[in-house]
């Protein structure tokens, strides 16, 4: 398998969590979106989208960080990135979804990047922080419905909600939200770092990371 990512775009190190905590091996290939490498015909040919993460499995190709996910659940259930409870599941995956399709679409370089380059309004990309806010204060609700004393989104072991929920409070963090307002996303947060999937996974951690390219930008917790 080749798994087609950038070390620091959140959808890749969803990705690449999945595959630490599944224990499977990928050879990792880099696509730098920063120098607009994603725009290449070479890399089009590859993803039609133009985005990381693409996964290749036997001269097929597998789009979209949730799928790929999917993929390494069905080709690996155990350990599972669900509970056995279906509600439980179910609460899993919505968690996973708010991050996906609520926040993560108004948190994307695309979408900054075209409302910077076509507005000349600085509040015009106002709507975008409004929304981000209004997705991390519904995800802080939800998962407070949940046990505060589990150290993950669901019981004692990471699920697909916890690989969600790390990438996209990197990706907030980079974009200066301040996420003091989410005490349980942070401790949820604290307990995912110390884990060692997901320091596998972690950005900083990538051998592809551009040599002196600091972590600064991503402001990690102390």
């Keep these: 398998m080749k798994l087609y990512h950038w070390w620091v775009s959140s959808a890749s190190y969803r990705v690449r969590i999945g595959f630490a905590l599944k224990g499977i091996d990928v050879e990792k290939i880099p696509i730098d979106i920063t120098n607009r490498k994603q725009w290449e015909d070479s890399y089009i040919a590859v993803n039609p989208q133009s985005m990381v993460p693409t996964l290749e499995v036997d001269g097929k190709r597998i789009l979209q960080s949730a799928a790929i996910l999917e993929y390494l659940e069905d080709i690996k259930p155990?350990?599972?990135?669900?509970p056995d409870d279906p509600l439980a599941r179910a609460r899993v995956r919505a968690i996973a979804q708010i991050?996906?399709?609520?926040?993560?679409?108004?948190?994307?370089?695309?979408?900054?990047?075209?409302?910077?380059?076509?507005?000349?309004?600085?509040?015009?990309i106002g709507w975008h922080d409004h929304f981000a806010g209004q997705g991390?204060?519904?995800?802080?609700?939800?998962?407070?419905?949940?046990?505060?004393?589990?150290?993950?989104?669901?019981?004692?072991?990471?699920?697909?909600?916890?690989?969600?929920?790390?990438?996209?409070?990197?990706?907030?963090?980079?974009?200066?939200?301040d996420l003091s307002a989410y005490p349980n996303l942070l401790r949820i947060e604290r307990n995912c770092l110390d884990h060692p999937a997901f320091k596998e996974a972690a950005p900083e951690n990538q051998p592809d990371r551009p040599e002196g390219v600091t972590m600064a930008a991503i402001k990690r917790p102390g």
């Design 136 to 177: 991390f204060g519904a995800l802080e609700a939800y998962v407070a419905e949940g046990n505060s004393d589990d150290n993950f989104c669901h019981g004692e072991t990471p699920s697909l909600a916890d690989i969600f929920i790390i990438p996209q409070l990197m990706a907030a963090r980079r974009r200066g939200h």
């Design 99 to 124: 991050c996906a399709c609520e926040i993560g679409p108004r948190l994307s370089n695309r979408v900054r990047f075209f409302a910077e380059s076509n507005f000349s309004d600085p509040d015009s």
């Design 78 to 82: 155990d350990p599972s990135f669900y």
